[in-house]
């Protein structure tokens, strides 16, 4: 193998294409062919890049390694018992393990780490991304002199001008190591909580006759309880009947009507007729009557979490989906970095926008958008446009590139893809057209003591709604499309009619992929200590951008939450085992403070104010509180009574579908029974026992005989 001057490890194989193209004189090198039995021969999978000047480029497919199971560190593991528990490698003895999936690739890059002189990380930037590379250097066993000399390459946008500034601008790959250890720290500490509540929480479980997983994250089960709780408030909700009083007034030939102000629903009829009786008698006097212009700014650019909720709400559109169409985009040189928690730009940004319109205008599955960019004012500057906001921050908001007009087989062969991209580019074009305004009018009377309110909007300039229409806007629930008169204050108006609108209060609303993703980011509103949900407010809530659509997907899979189709969107829902494990958990596993101390400490570490050591050896001592609290008892982990079938010994037997053989055991005395197509059967008889018994007995017997 070559000499290799710089060796560029990049995150994905788009990334590192991206690279190796700037980097220029590129030939690409694939792994070994490989014979079959048969003699045939498959050409193997490009590996790595040769450019110039002794540079390479290769590439991972993602994280390449994945933590190491218990019983990787002690074949007793293999069976969970409470007795082993807790779990906690110590400080130097953690293990990753390589993923079957990418081992190929992995061999090849640990041959070429071997070969290199400088090695350039080039993960995404994020923390993950240093981690992510951190972990094939150490597989690749990097030296001293490796790591003193390693670069940090910053990429977040793959368009060649952006590469370009990024590999001119190389850091240190020193000074990102505070980062990488937050991610360590949490990948760590978030294995040591799942594996041994997940162990002692099913252990629990299966002396109390249930046979599943229970599986706890510190992130997977806050947010499971959310969904648990939303729907038992629903199946418990009763509905109220409330009563609203309307008023029908006029003035120089114009009828409008006005509603009761209270300050809480009229839950008592009596009261509403006695508005009513009072409506009758004597004039209302008009103590508010104005109009105002008001303008709207375009929505801002989308984050990841905003195009989420968009996507889910418009499309009926899972996280997990956006996420990998959006991700698609950005490895097509279509979109910049996708995941993202900012809605602004650098103002040096509004540089490229000339270039994205002609690359708007070349772009042949959306020919509408033609005529929205002609009509775009390039001198205004919307908020979006804001280097304070950008202060500190990686990543932008989620914009097109000025790659974007570029042909794309995804986006040609995908109708979600084209939903997705033709949301972004109207966000980003409305940014370049003024504000809607809007005539907004307020009428308010007051009879007697009795206040009634209406009030109504006219739209007087379109704006940024000529693209993106009026769903940003919520409407005001007491505007009208009622022509109203003008009125002048301290005038008096008589009642022409009125009447009472019974009304029924209705449950909470089932989460979405899109409402469940807003309550994580914003799960300091669960919460009632006031120091906790000052502390939560100021972390990103549960889960990041990058996390949050897989924890839900995660819960699907795992069987907790489901998917039940509600018209044109899609409800979450909990499933009879999701509800029973939030229930069980005592209130300071399944809380999200835990989650917002752990998170807020984990940013003292990047930010080189929390020792790494530390935080693991305060975490450990939580784990270590937690496994004895579920073991005395001071958590009860309480289940509803089982219905699994009782052994003799009044153990529970439960199925055991992980063997090789499925067969049934109890719980208590470990009695094996067979298993009849997944049907509990009789109990095995210890044949070779019984035999010896007989054998026995009948070598006793001709003793016996002898003897006599």
């Known amino acids: 193998m070559m000499k290799i001057k710089r060796l560029f490890i990049a995150e994905k194989p788009s990334l590192g294409r991206a690279i190796a193209k700037e980097l220029g004189n590129e030939v ?7 014979m079959a039995d048969d003699g045939t021969v498959t050409k193997g999978a490009p590996s790595y890049i040769e ?6 480029v290769t590439w991972c497919f993602g994280h390449m390694l994945e933590q190491a199971e218990p019983e990787q560190y002690d074949k007793k593991y293999e069976q969970w018992n409470i007795d082993d528990l807790p779990i906690a490698p110590g400080k130097d003895e953690w293990q990753l393990l390589p993923l079957t999936k990418s081992a190929e690739q992995l061999e090849t890059i640990v041959d070429l780490v071997t070969e290199a002189e400088i090695l350039v990380s080039a993960g995404d930037d994020d923390r993950e991304g240093d981690l992510l590379i951190e972990e094939v250097f150490a597989h690749a066993s990097a030296t001293p002199e490796q790591r003193k000399t390693a670069l940090r390459i ?20 020193h000074e990102f190591i505070p980062r990488m250890q937050s991610a360590l720290a949490r990948s760590r500490a978030d294995w040591l909580l799942g594996m041994n509540l997940s162990r002692i929480c099913t252990c629990l479980a299966k002396i109390k006759g249930y046979g599943e997983i229970m599986r706890v994250g510190r992130v997977q089960t806050p947010l499971l309880t959310l969904v648990v709780m939303r729907d038992l408030d629903i199946l418990s909700f009763e509905p109220t009947t409330f009563f609203n009083v309307v008023g029908e007034f006029e003035k120089d030939g114009i009828p409008f009507q006005a509603k009761w102000v209270t300050e809480q629903r009229c839950l008592q009829k009596q009261a509403a007729d006695n508005v009513i009786e009072c409506l009758a008698q004597g004039n209302a006097q008009v103590t508010q009557c104005e109009t105002k212009r008001a303008k709207a700014q375009p929505p801002l650019p989308f984050s990841l979490l905003t195009l989420q909720k968009l996507t889910s709400k418009k499309y009926g559109m899972s996280a997990d989906t956006t996420l990998n169409i959006v991700q698609k985009l950005y490895e097509a040189k279509l979109v910049s970095y996708p995941r993202t928690e900012m809605t602004y730009l650098f103002i040096e940004k509004k540089a490229e926008t000339a270039a994205i319109f002609d690359a708007i205008r070349t772009t042949p599955l959306m020919p509408e958008m033609v005529d929205w960019v002609n009509g775009a004012d390039m001198s205004l500057t919307s908020g979006a446009w804001n280097d304070k906001k950008m202060a500190g921050q990686a990543h932008t908001a989620i914009v097109p590139l000025i790659t ?4 794309s087989d995804f ?6 893809a084209k939903k997705v991209f033709f949301e972004i580019i109207a966000r980003y074009v409305a940014q370049f057209y003024p504000p809607a305004e809007d005539d907004n009018t307020v009428i308010e009377l007051t009879h007697s003591t009795h206040l009634f309110r209406t009030t109504g909007k006219i739209e007087r300039i379109a704006g940024w709604r000529t693209l993106l229409g009026h769903d940003k806007e919520e409407k005001d629930k007491d505007s009208t499309d009622q022509t109203l008169p003008a009125l002048e204050m301290g005038s008096t108006l008589s009642c022409l009619n009125s009447s009472i609108k019974e009304g029924k209060t209705t449950p909470p609303k089932s989460y979405t992929d899109g409402t469940l993703l807003d309550a994580m980011s914003n799960i300091a509103a669960m919460v009632d200590d006031p120091a906790y949900k000052a502390k939560l407010k100021e972390t990103a809530g549960l889960g990041t951008a990058a996390t949050r659509a897989g924890i839900i997907k995660g819960l699907k899979e795992n069987g907790y939450i489901e998917e039940v189709p509600s018209g044109k969107m899609t409800n979450l829902v909990s499933t009879p085992t999701g509800k029973m494990l939030a229930l069980a958990l005592p209130a300071n596993v399944r809380d999200p403070v835990m989650t917002a101390m752990w998170e807020q400490q984990l940013e003292k570490i990047e930010s080189g104010e929390y020792p790494f050591d530390t935080y693991m050896e305060k975490v450990a001592g939580q784990i270590i509180t937690h496994i004895d609290a579920f073991k005395t008892g001071k958590y009860p982990f309480t289940l509803p009574e089982s219905t699994a079938t009782r052994c003799e010994c ?28 997944g049907v509990l059967g009789a109990a095995f008889s210890n044949k070779k026992k019984m035999e010896t018994g007989m054998k026995d007995a009948l070598k006793l017997a001709v003793q016996q005989a002898k003897a006599k």
């Open 28 to 34: 690409t090198k694939s792994l070994s062919n490989k």
């Open 51 to 56: 450019c110039g000047n002794g540079d390479v």
């Open 154 to 173: 910053l990429i977040s946008d793959l368009n060649p001008i952006k590469v370009q500034e990024a590999l001119a601008s190389m850091r240190p790959y």
């Open 404 to 407: 974007c007009g570029q042909e």
């Open 411 to 416: 986006l040609m062969k995908s109708n979600d």
């Open 650 to 677: 009044q153990g529970y037997i439960l199925r055991a579908a992980n063997a090789k053989k499925p067969f049934w055991i109890c719980t208590q005395c470990n009695k094996k029974y067979k298993d009849v197509n």
